[in-house]
């Protein structure tokens, strides 16, 4: 089966403050893992996804197989990076896997 | 940039009534999935579709649902008799094809059951 825990709810920073929004998994197979980022009244958008080791809006995850892990991690929070963030999680079997999302977190980001 | 379209934004139907829920997939997709997520809990697969058949169903997608892409470019959801718990945000994504692809979601459609 396939999980993913976010385990906190909300995390609240200053402008400037680092952030990690933390994201675990089980999995038995080689999974392929994302986070997604909701901003107030907009749609689900792909942040980042571990297959492709980019930085997306200085954000950055790495995947620790080792503690089923792909934290969120940013040096310095902006404001405009206040928003709902999801992690999930699909099979890397082929194409058209579904995703399972862990519960999402709320970062805000004050000035 | 193309999207994923979603009509309607918010409907509200009675228990019992049947409900269709509209996608409008981005034109060269191939892929297409539905999500839905209860108020306060996380978003959860329901179905994904491909070249005319579902690929894969959730436990949640039982004999009341059903989905269609009844012309080429839309993409349906249909609900045939409405339980109160079926009150959710209903996302609609799609995906271009091969490989490790990322899925794109609608703004979705928020229905409220009573």
């Known amino acids: 089966a396939q999980r993913v825990t976010q385990p906190e709810k909300l995390l609240s920073v200053f402008k400037g403050a680092p952030v990690e929004l933390k994201c675990n998994y089980s999995?038995?197979?080689?999974?392929?893992l994302f986070w997604y980022v909701q901003y107030s009244r907009q749609r689900l958008q792909l942040l980042l996804r571990?297959?492709s080791r980019e930085s997306i809006k200085g954000f950055t995850a790495d995947l620790n197989k080792g503690e089923t892990s792909f934290h969120l991690k940013k040096p310095f929070a902006q404001e405009e990076d206040s928003a709902m963030y999801y992690c999930?999680?699909?099979?890397?079997?082929?194409?058209?896997?579904?995703?399972?999302f862990g519960k999402g977190i709320t970062l805000s980001v004050r000035p | 940039e193309p999207e994923v379209t979603q009509t309607p934004s918010h409907q509200v139907t009675q228990m019992g009534q049947e409900v269709i829920l509209r996608c409008v997939p981005i034109?060269?997709?191939?892929?297409f999935y539905w999500y839905r997520q209860i108020l306060g809990q996380k978003v959860e697969f329901l179905v994904s579709?491909?070249?005319?058949?579902?690929?894969?169903k959730s436990e949640i997608f039982d004999d009341q649902f059903s989905v269609e892409r009844p012309d080429g470019s839309n993409f349906t959801l249909k609900i045939r008799s409405t339980k109160l718990e079926d009150s959710a945000m209903y996302f609609c994504?799609?995906?271009?094809?091969?490989?490790?692809?990322?899925?794109?979601f609608g703004d979705g459609t928020r229905l409220s059951i009573l």
């Open positions: 571990h297959i």
């Open positions: 579709f491909y070249n005319n058949e579902i690929s894969e």
């Open positions: 999995y038995s197979g080689s999974p392929e």
């Open positions: 994504a799609s995906s271009p094809g091969q490989g490790y692809q990322p899925q794109h």
């Open positions: 999930a999680l699909s099979r890397i079997t082929g194409a058209n896997s579904k995703l399972t």
């Open positions: 034109s060269n997709h191939l892929y």
